[in-house]
């Protein structure tokens, strides 16, 4: 399965300070042949945001591989919840343990790709778009009080837009002893462009402008990337920004048992 993801999808990460932040609390992390992708936010003060997101990082990328690697019988669906509520207590103990990380807290979205289906689990407001067909579309969403406040009509989408209160999160990784990711699982299809991105890049760059840089870069995916965190920055870079884009070249049915394949023939 490893081999087939790496024919399929090519993935490239890039992470940048920006133009404000003396440090960068983002982490991203993207492996093709395990068919994952990881991007956090972290917030807390110098170096907590930047321990909390990086533990995150580092604690899935090496748990995720081994949990689903039971011969494609687990699922991702059911998998992500419990390992992502294990990096959450483990940002606790930290915070916890030592007075110089008290207050950290992460955000976090996950791409998983498996069986030509791309299940995503998130916590926070890093985001995960998809480009298909010359179409850009959200698929995850915000756990912000912002968020909350346009889908309850009390403000508009232009007040939104100028709102100073887009990073006062409703969930994060390190903050309550319970934490519940959001999951959703899309199928996949050749030519996909998926993009997980911090929200450095899309307070500083709006949507129809992500689109536009997709429609000229998609088939160069790691220029792609230099120009919408290029673009963050020109625009004011006022925090950190990270952008994983993963391209889908090919598809990946999980491989199924001679038995199985033998029994689908009665089907």
Not at 50 to 56: C, I, K, T
Not at 117 to 142: C, F, I, K, P
Request: aromatic share 4%.
């Amino acid at each position: 399965m490893a081999t087939d993801l790496a024919r399929s999808l090519e993935i490239v990460t890039r992470t940048d300070a920006g133009r404000v932040r003396p440090h960068n609390e983002d982490a991203v992390f993207g492996d093709a042949a395990a068919g994952l992708v990881i991007l956090a936010d972290g917030m807390g003060g110098y170096n907590a945001g930047e321990m909390a997101s990086g533990l995150a990082t580092m604690m899935l990328r090496t748990a995720l591989p081994k949990a689903l690697a039971a011969g494609g019988k687990v699922s991702p669906g059911a998998v992500l919840p419990a390992e992502i509520g294990l990096v959450n207590a483990a940002i606790l103990r930290a915070a916890e343990s030592q007075p110089r990380y008290a207050g950290m807290g992460t955000t976090l979205v996950v791409a998983v790709f498996r069986d030509d289906q791309m299940t995503v689990a998130h916590v926070g407001d890093s985001r995960l778009y998809r480009w298909r067909n010359g179409e850009l579309r959200l698929l995850t969403r915000d756990h912000s009080v912002l968020q909350e406040q346009l889908d309850s009509g009390i403000i508009t989408a232009e007040q939104a837009r100028q709102s100073r209160n887009r990073n006062l999160l409703t969930r994060a990784l390190g903050v309550d002893p319970v934490v519940e990711p959001e999951l959703a699982e899309h199928a996949v299809e050749p030519g996909d462009v998926y993009l997980l991105c911090s929200d450095g890049l899309n307070d500083m760059v709006e949507d129809g402008d992500i689109a536009a840089m997709l429609v000229s870069q998609s088939e160069r995916l790691a220029a792609c990337a230099a120009e919408l965190v290029r673009a963050a920055n020109d625009r004011g870079g006022r925090d950190n920004v990270s952008v994983a884009l993963v391209r889908v070249g090919q598809v990946f049915p999980a491989r199924r048992s001679w038995w199985v394949r033998f029994l689908a023939w009665f089907k």
